[in-house]
């Protein structure tokens, strides 16, 4: 999976929209960005992915450059519950092979009350 | 919602022994996975399963390691004789089909402490 960078940390306020970036510069012409969430002592989450086009869906929406080199997840309104480590990551499409997950360190969310 | 489970949630076990950590991931999923997480570090790649063979494996996947689906449901991962350093989550996860798109959905892990 290409290399993605991301805060180490942010912090928002309770129901106030977060936008969390992502670069990956070096990022193919095939390659998907998927975001997933780790809560508090629970597994890694889907949130969202896309390819080129932003993408909308129940929990997030994903904000896509048009040169694709970066990235942003946006939560509309934060919770609490949104506190978690978020990861950005890079997935190729080629199949059963090489379809691990690679995850970084991602980004630590906190929520404020 | 379909959803993958695992148990136990905590295993506590002696250095040497063997551990069993089950998995049951969604009914028509054909990609199966183990990651663990040794705690405060990153989820890290241990194996993925399809058609009943291993497809990949992590360099620490070694030969303590093992991984079966005994039946049509469940997913196993076996540590022969477990270490100090086996002590983490490991997470069982599973993907419907091949395309790029496709998810792999997460359980909630299984937390194994060697004592």
């Known amino acids: 999976d290409a290399k993605t960078t991301q805060p180490n940390s942010m912090e928002s306020n309770e129901e106030e929209p977060v936008h969390l970036p992502c670069n990956h510069s070096?990022?193919?012409?095939?390659?998907?960005i998927h975001w997933y969430r780790q809560l508090p002592s629970q597994g890694p989450e889907y949130v969202i992915h896309?390819?080129?086009s932003n993408v909308n869906n129940r929990m997030a929406s994903l904000a896509i450059a048009e040169d694709r080199k970066s990235s942003t997840l946006i939560l509309h309104r934060a919770t609490l519950r949104d506190a978690a480590v978020y990861y950005c990551?890079?997935?190729?499409?080629?199949?059963?092979?090489?379809?691990?997950?690679?995850f970084g360190k991602g980004t630590r969310l906190h929520i404020l009350p | 919602e379909p959803e993958v489970t695992q148990t136990p949630s905590h295993q506590v076990t002696q250095m040497g022994q063997e551990v069993i950590l089950r998995c049951v991931p969604i009914?028509?999923?054909?990609?199966f996975y183990w990651y663990r997480q040794i705690l405060g570090q990153k989820v890290e790649f241990l194996v993925s399963?399809?058609?009943?063979?291993?497809?990949?494996k992590s360099e620490i996947f070694d030969d303590q390691f093992s991984v079966e689906r005994p039946d049509g449901s469940n997913f196993t991962l076996k540590i022969r004789s477990t270490k100090l350093e086996d002590s983490a989550m490991y997470f069982c996860?599973?993907?419907?089909?091949?395309?790029?798109?496709?998810?792999?959905?997460f359980g909630p892990g299984t937390r194994l402490t060697v004592l």
């Open positions: 996860a599973s993907r419907l089909g091949t395309s790029g798109g496709d998810t792999q959905y």
């Open positions: 070096t990022i193919s012409g095939t390659d998907y």
């Open positions: 896309g390819l080129t």
């Open positions: 990551i890079l997935r190729s499409p080629l199949g059963n092979r090489d379809d691990k997950i690679i």
């Open positions: 009914s028509n999923h054909l990609y």
């Open positions: 399963f399809y058609n009943n063979e291993i497809s990949e």
